[in-house]
T-cell receptor, first 116, second 112 residues
C-alpha cells in the first residue's frame, strides 16, 4: 500500500485566500484524522471521521475551517479565508479502528502551509 | 480526561549514550499507551505501544513499560545512534478510544 497520501506537500498563499488540503487514507481504514502541528501548540487534533461521518470536530479552531469526507478514499480540509496564524504543518492520519491492535494511526507526510 | 505529559527537550546526547525520555499520563479507565517518532520532514510513525499494565513495548532497540502504579511510560534505549535524531511523542487513547492524545514532543539530537 502507498500509505496515507496528502497533497499538496507545500502551499504558499496570501491572507484571505481559500486553501484546500487533500488526503487519501489507506484503503480499508475506517477512521481518518486531521491534525495541525506548530512549534507553539504542538500537535493538535482538529477533527476525525468514522466511515466518512465526522465524529468530533471540537478541535477545529473556528468557522473558517471545514472538513469533508465525501467517500472512503478522500477527505479535504478547507480554510476560507486563510490567515497568517494558520501557517502550520497539517497532517492526515488513518486507522483501521479502535482498541487493541486496531488503533495504530498511520500518518501522511503532511502539508506545510504558509499564509503570507 | 486523558492526557500525557512528557519531558521538554531538546535532548542532546553523544552516540552510544543511554536515552530516557519521561512520559506520565492521567487517565480514566485503562488506556493504551504509545510512542510515535517523527523524523525530519516526515509524518509521525508508530515506534511502540502497550495496551495494559506491565506490558513492555519494544522496537528498534527502544523499550517502554506501562507502569500503572507510577502512571508512566518512559522511553529508553541503551545506545543511541545519530539516526535516532528525531522528535518523540508519547500518546494515549482519548476517553472514547477513537482518537489519540499526543504529548508536546521531545526533540532528540544525537551527535557523533
Amino acid at each position: 500500500d502507498a500509505g496515507v497520501i496528502q497533497s499538496p506537500r507545500h502551499e504558499v498563499t496570501e491572507m484571505g485566500q481559500e486553501v484546500t488540503l487533500r488526503c487519501k487514507p489507506i484503503s480499508g481504514h475506517d477512521y481518518l484524522f486531521w491534525y495541525r502541528q506548530t512549534m507553539m501548540r504542538g500537535l493538535e487534533l482538529l477533527i476525525y471521521f468514522n466511515n466518512n461521518v465526522p465524529i468530533d470536530d471540537s478541535g477545529m479552531p473556528e468557522d473558517r475551517f471545514s472538513a469533508k469526507m465525501p467517500n472512503a478514499s478522500f477527505s479535504t480540509l478547507k480554510i476560507q479565508p486563510s490567515e497568517p496564524r494558520d501557517s502550520a504543518v497539517y497532517f492526515c492520519a488513518s486507522s483501521l479502528g479502535t482498541g487493541g491492535s486496531y488503533n495504530e494511526q498511520f500518518f501522511g507526510p503532511g502539508t506545510r502551509l504558509t499564509v503570507l | 480526561g486523558n492526557s500525557v505529559t512528557q519531558m521538554e527537550g531538546p535532548v542532546t546526547l553523544s552516540e552510544e549514550a543511554f536515552l530516557t525520555i519521561n512520559c506520565t499520563y492521567t487517565a480514566t479507565g485503562y488506556p493504551s499507551l504509545f510512542w510515535y517518532v517523527q523524523y525530519p520532514g516526515e509524518g509521525l510513525q508508530l515506534l511502540l505501544k502497550a495496551t495494559k499494565a506491565d506490558d513492555k513495548g519494544s522496537n528498534k532497540g527502544f523499550e517502554a513499560t506501562y507502569r500503572k502504579e507510577t502512571t508512566s511510560f518512559h522511553l529508553e534505549k541503551g545506545s543511541v545512534q545519530v539516526s535516532d535524531s528525531a522528535v518523540y511523542f508519547c500518546a494515549l487513547d482519548l476517553d472514547s478510544g477513537y482518537a489519540l492524545n499526543f504529548g508536546k514532543g521531545t526533540s532528540l539530537l544525537v551527535t557523533p
